[in-house]
């Protein structure tokens, strides 16, 4: 009985425990401070980052925007020469006398060898004849300035500056430079009538080339210059961007009135200022590259990073530190336990030093080990006491009447001088009993049961008068092994009684004992009556109603089979009317059973 406790003890799942383990109180602890730190100290990191950054491309961005103003006042003095030019040259045509016109052309002459910048002064009359170049070169007759967008906007609008993208100069023969072109309109009075004339002032290309390439923005910064449709008037890499190699945002420059926005473009984080240039539509463009213009961003999130490594590796090993501390008395605690989970309750007073919660888990502890203690020991005196008064009725049921009727046999075969059938039966009566006894013993050989139950039926179909027949096949290997005994009588008194006696032919009774996987299987098949469905299916849940019912060895058999054995072992019956009813019985192959081989019945 003390192992049948044992064993059921031991059945608790090891999901269970290994559940356990994972959701201990040391893992929680160190899970949860751990977590919480390193969420805490990630968003402390993101957050400095995020202020870091944020301040120091507002300072790259400042940085630019002042470099830009520079670079705007430089371009915008550019401009506002060609603008004084063609004021002085608008001043200057109030008289358009030969004269006048031979001063004004000295006075460029003068001003153009000053100014090695400017290539081009040219005045156009309103039909778009030559009135004055400086120098005087020979032009172009294969060009027209009437097929000019220039110089029809000019003449419609005399009043504005208009400024010429770069282009190259047609205006003489030979000549062909790279040139910015301002044109302005002339409001004079010639030969007695009011017109519109056109002033050109070229200047050289390579002066807004100078001024854009002399402005540093890191070694990969540039600035470029578009007017308000997006066209191009000058960029470092034009000849990229024409050709398709490189990209602009272009138009979000020209969305833009000025100031700096940052933005990803093609992978990198850039700074991108806008400078609106006076006296024109044009807009001056820096991009500068944000790792370059704040070298100490990489090295700032390198330190981050290593504090955020640091710091996570600290969090974890006190987290460990702290939440073994807390959890190690639970943990001695929860060893105890698992001990007792294995059916070791050889526990006495355990002491766990910690918290108060704990030692009061202690105390309660200690408390169940002592109550299970009690109600095992008396579990197993009650189970024992019930065992041995359980299989001394099940006997008594089975022996007093088989013993009665087996003796009114005998006398009736004395009376009769029938000596040789009543030592027959007298000798299979004493080895009968020989083997109901046992010794005691509750548990016998395989081979000794069938030998009781040979015993049994020598002395039945004796008293029956050869009313049937039976064989025994016993297969070699289960000869040696163990069983309950009493199991196959009381199997046979049923098929005898209430089957072959219910019928007119002679009856046959076959009984077979053999092993079948792990298992040892007694089958005994009759050609009697046959048990009706509707009984058969009741035949173990109604209690029976006398000796004679058909359910009380069965019922017996069955009874003990599962107290020693468990519920995998048992009884199983298949019956059909008229034709026979077949028994089979099954216990472990090993004859191991819940109590002692050597257990005696007393």
Request: charged letters at 25%.
């Amino acid at each position: 009985m003390r192992r049948r406790l044992k064993r059921i003890l031991i059945k608790t799942p090891k999901v269970v425990r290994k559940s356990f383990r994972i959701n201990s109180i040391q893992s929680i602890i160190t899970l949860s401070f751990s977590t919480i730190t390193i969420i805490a100290m990630i968003m402390v990191g993101i957050g400095l980052y995020s202020t870091f950054s944020s301040n120091a491309e507002k300072n790259a961005a400042s940085s630019a925007q002042q470099i830009m103003d520079q670079a705007t006042i430089n371009l915008e003095n550019y401009l506002e020469t060609m603008i004084e030019i063609s004021d002085l040259i608008s001043a200057n045509m109030i008289d358009t006398s030969p004269d006048n016109m031979q001063n004004l052309d000295n006075m460029l002459s003068l001003t153009l060898e000053l100014r090695e910048d400017i290539v081009t002064v040219a005045i156009y009359t309103g039909n778009g004849n030559v009135m004055l170049t400086n120098p005087g070169h020979d032009t172009d007759r294969t060009y027209s300035v009437l097929q000019q967008d220039w110089f029809n906007q000019t003449i419609e609008d005399p009043e504005a500056y208009l400024f010429q993208p770069p282009h190259v100069q047609r205006l003489f023969e030979g000549r062909r430079p790279w040139v910015v072109s301002m044109n302005r309109g002339l409001s004079v009075e010639y030969l007695g009538r009011d017109e519109t004339w056109a002033a050109m002032v070229d200047m050289n290309f390579s002066v807004i080339e100078e001024l854009c390439n002399r402005v540093s923005l890191g070694n990969r910064g540039y600035i470029y210059v578009v007017d308000k449709d997006g066209n191009i008037i000058f960029h470092p890499q034009q000849q990229l961007i024409y050709s398709g190699l490189k990209e602009e945002s272009i138009d979000e420059v020209i969305e833009l009135e000025q100031g700096s926005f940052v933005d990803d473009f093609q992978g990198e984080r850039r700074i991108t200022t806008i400078k609106n240039i006076q006296y024109s539509d044009w807009k001056m463009v820096g991009v500068s590259y944000v790792d370059e213009l704040v070298p100490n961003m990489r090295d700032f999130t390198n330190f981050i990073i290593i504090i955020l490594v640091f710091g996570i590796v600290f969090v974890v090993l006190a987290s460990i530190f702290i939440s073994s501390r807390i959890s190690k008395p639970v943990k001695r605690l929860e060893h105890q336990m698992n001990r007792v989970e294995q059916g070791d309750f050889d526990i006495e007073n355990l002491e766990v030093k910690g918290e108060d919660e704990v030692k009061r888990l202690t105390k309660a502890f200690n408390l169940m080990i002592s109550r299970i203690k009690m109600l095992m020991n008396q579990i197993i005196s009650e189970q024992e006491a019930k065992r041995k008064s359980e299989f001394n009725a099940l006997q008594a049921q089975i022996n007093p009447h088989f013993l009665y009727n087996t003796l009114d046999s005998i006398i009736w075969m004395n009376e009769n001088q029938n000596h040789e059938g009543v030592s027959e039966m007298t000798g299979a009566l004493a080895r009968f009993f020989r083997i109901s006894i046992s010794k005691g013993n509750e548990v016998i050989d395989v081979s000794d049961e069938v030998e009781h139950a040979a015993s049994y039926l020598v002395i039945q179909k004796i008293r029956y008068k050869n009313k049937f027949d039976y064989t025994i096949d016993v297969q070699d290997e289960a000869l040696h092994h163990k069983t309950i005994k009493l199991i196959l009588q009381p199997i046979i008194e049923n098929a005898i009684y209430h089957g072959i006696n219910k019928i007119q032919d002679k009856g046959e009774i076959y009984i077979k004992v053999f092993i079948e996987g792990d298992k040892i299987i007694f089958r005994v098949a009759d050609n009697g009556f046959g048990i009706k469905p509707e009984r058969l299916k009741k035949i173990f849940e109604t209690e029976p109603t006398n000796k004679r019912t058909l359910g009380v060895g069965l019922k017996n058999v069955y009874e003990r089979i599962k107290l020693s054995y468990g519920d995998e072992y048992g009884v199983d019956i298949k019956s059909e009317i008229e034709v026979g009813t077949t028994v089979s019985i099954s216990i472990p192959l090993t004859g191991e059973q819940i109590g002692d081989s050597d257990e005696k019945i007393t």
